[in-house]
């Protein structure tokens, strides 16, 4: 048997790590222990991580070396006999356990009929373990649900935000004439479409969000539902919407705040009718949130409600679960090892589930076939579909490249550095114009026209402000043998001094920023998020002309060199979750390399000779001082500077890169 499991410990904010020797629970008097099928992550997950003082403020809830996750489905292992007895479970059923224990008879509030809010409620993941654990157990006094047979036990997993969704309808005593409006559409936001739709098919609902794709999710689980999108409309514009639907009534009767911000709460202020209902369910960041107060009492006679989980809902979750599909609401499902990625990816997703039974991964590659995401159409990169990004696209190669993407269905954002680029060369004449005629004669609609300059960090954000999706595919295109000048010039931008000996230094720095400058500073914004996703591919437009030696164009080349070994680096970084240490080093170095092949052409008839000698790792005392141990290093400086002397008294190796390294690499460049 095993004694030892993996979980996730929180040790305070910020501050969570995966161990591998917790000793496995066993159970006690009372208790039930279960394999842990699948533990949902919430923003609530991710306020606990990042500190927020409702857990680990002075009286916060969590404990300092906690396994953190309260919603769980587990298959069970072990059991008292007694609970078996009682509830009917037996080893190998799948159970969810609601996320508090009460006390059930001792205080107050149990005496009363609101164990909900016990003076000694015990929450699973912040006073007793949770579940980002390969084991957990249910402790004594759980209130435990069997999963029914027909549903999948990763799906179950939505019961507990559904039960609250059902709760917080319960708390809204809702009638079927009624207008409400849902904001956020997160888990509990989605349930409460999914909660209405079920028990009150009659009720118009409005439904707010900023990303379109939970939108569209509302849409698919009530078609009659109207969705407006927060980054379209201002909340005011919406406001006067909602009123001209209700008539007479000048209002919403019931808002769901389920977003928990200032914004949210403000805006159900202004939504509601005289007399309306608030349902206050969200979470908020901050502790104080300023409003304005009066609307409540001489304003509207408002009727203000709090709602925390889901409590004698459980049985109605199930319902719903079998009655809508909410399956596309799991967005992710990932191992444990991977849960500071799936707290990430929560603010922008929906629910993403950690499964501790999936085997650990390397990203992209790996675990493109044996994970992770649930949703079908995400588990492969079809090009249909999937966004493209192609900078540098008003123009040549990248208007090519963005036409082929537009043919085969992908969503394609066009970029220029200008709105007008594409006119520099007389290929067209705006952006916005580029963009409509690539959808003409393509016959897609979905290309988005972007223009700016990426070789800043800040004009890098300003252009990826207007991308509303995550990018799938990137295409680094933007760049050019362009000097300082730009493109406008007779000879399209092609620096008049153009040898290594001979550039001016500002077109130097111009054609090493539109090269290599712009294509870091991209990938730097975009890759991180793919990596996220687990969903991406890069590619980046080197040149030939960064294989060989040249006179003319030769900054060109070594800016294009220095892209080549970038794109290495990248590959390598994305390749596993460890870090590639050193990659603009490298990346300098290749352009150095790329230098000397140029200079060497330049030269070649002067009688002088160009070489570069590339060391391997070698045993200097910086290196000593950096690394701290000599790891094997078998290089020394001598065998360094003996290479400069034999090559020195070589006569006829020019423009060569001899390797120094005792043959650790063996291939050509
Ligand atoms: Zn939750
Ligand atoms: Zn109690």
Known sequence: TISNMKA????????????????????????????????????????????????????????????????????????????????????????????????????????????????KLIIYGEDVDGSMAEYMIYQKGSLVHKVPEDLSPTYAVLAEPVAFSVRAMDRAHLKTTDLIVISGCGTIGLGLVAAIETFYPDISMIVLDYFQF?????????????????????????????????????????????????????????????????????????????????????????????????????????????????SSMITHRLPLEEYSNALDLISSRIKVVLDPTLPASKLLNESQSLLPIVNNNEKHLKIKDSVAFVTGSSRGIGRAIAIALAREGAKVIIHGTTHDSPSYLNEGTTMTTLAKHISTITNNTEITPVWGDLSTKEGVQSVLNHIKYPIDILICCAGGNIGSSGVNTASGGKPSHDTCLTISDSDTKSILNRNFWTTHLVCQSIVPQMIQNHRGHVIIIGSTSALLGREKGALYTVSKAAVHQYMRCLATQVQSSGREKGALYTVSKAAVHQYMRCLATQVQSSGIRVNCIAPGPTLTERYKRNIGTDQGVTGRPEHVANAVIQLLNMDFVHGQTIRVDGGEQTFTS
């Open 214 to 326: 939970k939108l569209d999710l509302a849409k698919t689980i009530s078609k009659k539902c109207t969705t407006f999108n927060l980054s379209d409309k201002t909340v005011s514009s919406i406001a006067d919407i909602v009123r001209k639907m209700s008539g007479e009534q000048n209002g919403a009767d019931v808002f769901f705040e389920c977003a928990g911000t200032s914004e949210s709460i403000k805006a159900g202020f202004e939504f509601l009718r005289k007399c309306g209902t608030f349902i206050h369910i969200g979470i908020c960041k901050e502790t104080y949130i300023d409003a304005s107060w009066n609307i409540i009492s001489a304003g509207k006679e408002l009727t203000i409600i709090g709602c925390n989980l889901g409590r004698n809902a459980w049985p109605r979750a199930f319902e719903i679960l079998k009655k809508c599909d909410l």
């Open 8 to 119: 996730v410990i929180a040790n305070g904010p910020k501050d969570y790590k995966l161990i591998y020797d917790k000793p496995m629970p066993k159970i006690q008097d009372g208790q039930v222990l279960v394999k842990v099928v699948a533990s949902g992550i919430c923003s609530s997950d991710l306020k606990m991580y990042e500190g927020n003082e409702f857990y680990w403020g002075v009286d916060g809830r969590a404990r300092r070396g906690i396994i953190p996750g309260h919603e769980f489905v587990g298959s069970v292992v072990d059991i008292d006999p007694s609970i078996a007895r009682d509830q009917s479970i037996s080893v190998g059923d799948i159970v969810v356990a609601e996320q508090f224990i009460p006390c059930r008879d001792q205080c107050w509030f149990c005496k009363n009929g609101m164990d909900y809010k016990c003076d």
